[in-house]
């Protein structure tokens, strides 16, 4: 399977400019591949017209599950197709944290994939799981796809699933997971769709501390079908030489 890279650049960066250039930077060298950024909402529009004519995908970090109407704050699908969008993240672990739940996580699943839009699942386990065993992270995770995937029923590539660890994401970590875990628990998220009948070839990618001395280990690992990439999405020379790595 080809490797999928996607960029979360999260609430970053501060200037519309600075946001342009990154896009500009990454669309100049990059003309092959299953490559994706997910700049702020804010920024979509502009960077839309950077990515238009290329090979990249734009992506979103959220939606909203209703199709419009008195939603103040909200975004909705059709806005964000209005601009080229071709990839949400969904339930990503920082969002999770402020609160958004399995239910309405799984939603905006739905909501995505009903639009025809690549739905990108965030799951992944906090740190006191981890440290209970591999076992209890697990059973984390699969709870979280359960919960996420609940009335889903796949048969095309829309949809991804990204395993984010909690504890090994940049800012709470010194470095990545290690690919025999990552390896590890991939694998079992494969099984896990394949016995719930939503395995349509499901890319399951990596994301947690990525950056370009690492991430050709994880590429180079046949069941990591790629990596989202947070922090060193947001310098264009990193993140090439992380898709360079594939
Ligand atoms: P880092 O690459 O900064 O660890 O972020 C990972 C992430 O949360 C991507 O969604």
Redesign the pocket.
């Known amino acids: 399977m080809e490797k999928i890279i996607l960029g979360?650049w999260?609430m970053n960066p501060q200037e519309k400019e600075e946001a342009v250039g990154l896009a500009k930077e990454i669309v100049e060298e990059v003309d092959k591949g299953i490559i994706g950024i997910a700049p702020p909402l804010v920024f979509l529009s502009d960077v839309s017209d950077v990515v238009s004519d290329s090979s990249v995908m734009l992506g979103a970090q959220d939606v909203f599950w209703e199709d419009k109407g008195s939603h103040t704050g909200e975004v909705s699908i059709d806005e964000l197709k209005s601009l080229g969008v071709e990839f949400v993240?969904i339930g990503?672990?920082?969002r999770r944290g402020l609160g958004e739940s399995d239910k309405e996580v799984n939603k905006k699943v739905k909501q995505v994939l009903e639009n025809d839009l690549k739905a990108v699942l965030?799951v992944g386990e906090p740190e006191n799981m981890r440290n209970k065993g591999v076992d209890v992270a697990k059973r984390f995770v699969s709870g979280e796809l359960e919960k996420g995937l609940e009335g889903v029923s796949m048969n095309d590539d829309s949809l991804i699933i990204?395993y984010?660890p909690i504890w090994?994401?940049?800012?709470q970590?010194e470095g990545?997971a290690s690919v025999d875990d990552v390896l590890e628990m991939i694998s079992f998220i494969k099984r896990y769709l394949k016995i719930n009948d939503l395995d349509g070839g499901t890319p399951v990618l990596y994301?947690?501390?990525?950056?370009r001395d690492n991430a050709g280990e994880f590429l180079r690992t046949k069941e990591i079908d790629g990596v989202?990439?947070?922090?060193?999405?947001l310098e264009a020379d990193e993140f090439l030489k992380i898709i360079k790595s594939a």
Not at 168 to 171: F, P
Not at 207 to 211: E, L, Q, R, T, V
């Open positions: 979360n999260k993240i990503h672990s920082e965030c990204a984010e090994a994401i940049s800012t970590s990545p994301g947690g501390s990525i950056n989202l990439v947070g922090r060193a999405s």
